[in-house]
């Protein structure tokens, strides 16, 4: 359980699977009324239903709620996580605990945003351990599903469900779990365009900008290709004498490379890489998170005593990142 006031503990992450309003109420009002009367930040990124529910059982009480639409509080895993460290950063006072209801939406994702935001999910209780937040993920089983609300124990360490706290006996190690997500994609095509090894990060870029605009991308879409690239390369060139393999190929509205180089990574949970914002100190993990906001998505991880990171650029078709 989270410390008394005065004495924030570090990160609490439940799960709240609801199948009607009055079971999401049963938790979201407790939980913010608890902490408002405690002075405590208190922020709700769920639905625009749940927070007309919401305010409308606070009555007068809801002006002292922060609000969010739950699609436009971070529109991806890397965005969300920052959503929440910059809610955080603005709004935590010392010795005071933040509150969130943070809601997942999951409706009309694909399976490998499906999956990634699960990692995502799972990985937030690495991410934020140090942080005084206890944050509660509500997802409605009338909607989700099934597969994601069962996975939602294992992402989870418990449960609060009106005002009970149960034990996820399912909850899983972040890194294990991460670990054990699937890969992104199939694996390189053999007609994938191949480079290197190489410790050149010029031939990195010169690579990455030939395969763009061979891919038809061009102007600033291409420039932000080869940033990306040159970013996920650097990661795994950062090390004493590596070298790094270049593949890439296209898919149906997506640019791939696959970045390789012998030995483990640097980075402690290799999934979880780049997804925390550069802070006032450079950080070795840096460039991935540039790579991670740049691209569609990044994968990192120790394969078959390869460091691997895959890295999926919008194609010239990808309306959305024009």
Do not use: K
Not at 44 to 56: K, V
């Amino acid at each position: 359980m989270p410390a008394d006031r005065g004495e924030p503990a570090g990160f609490v992450h439940h799960a709240c699977l609801y199948g009607s309003d009055a079971e999401f109420l049963a938790m979201a009002v407790p939980f913010v009324r608890a902490g408002l009367a405690a002075g405590e930040p208190v922020l709700a990124a769920t639905t625009p239903a749940n927070i007309e529910l919401l305010r409308a059982a606070l009555g007068r009480h809801a002006h002292a709620l922060d609000t969010a639409e739950t699609a436009y509080f971070g529109r991806r895993p890397v965005e969300r996580v920052a959503a929440f460290l910059g809610y955080h950063g603005r709004r935590a006072r010392p010795g005071v605990r933040t509150r969130m209801i943070a809601e997942p939406l999951w409706q009309g994702r694909s399976a490998r945003q499906i999956a990634e935001w699960q990692r995502m999910e799972s990985g937030l209780n690495l991410l934020l351990a140090a942080l005084p937040v206890w944050m509660v993920c509500p997802y409605d089983t009338r909607t989700v599903p099934p597969g994601v609300a069962e996975a939602a124990c294992a992402t989870h360490p418990a449960r609060l469900d009106g005002g009970r706290i149960t034990p996820c006996a399912a909850y899983r190690d972040p890194a294990d779990y991460a670990a054990s997500m699937p890969l992104p994609g199939p694996p390189p095509p053999s007609s994938a365009v191949r480079a290197g090894p190489t410790a050149e990060r010029a031939a990195v870029r010169r690579f990455a900008r030939d395969r763009a605009t061979a891919a038809g991308l061009a102007g600033e879409r291409a420039a932000l290709a080869v940033l990306a690239v040159h970013e996920a390369a650097d990661h795994l060139l950062a090390s004493e004498g590596a070298r790094v393999a270049l593949s890439a190929w296209e898919e149906p509205g997506a640019l791939v490379f696959e970045l390789r180089r012998p030995g483990p990574p640097d980075s402690p949970v290799p999934a979880l890489a780049g997804y925390v914002p550069p802070g006032a100190a450079p950080g070795a993990e840096d460039g991935l998170w540039l790579a991670r906001r740049l691209g569609v998505c990044l994968d990192v991880r120790f394969h078959d005593g390869e460091s691997r990171i895959t890295l999926r650029i919008a194609g010239r078709g990808d309306a959305e990142a024009l």
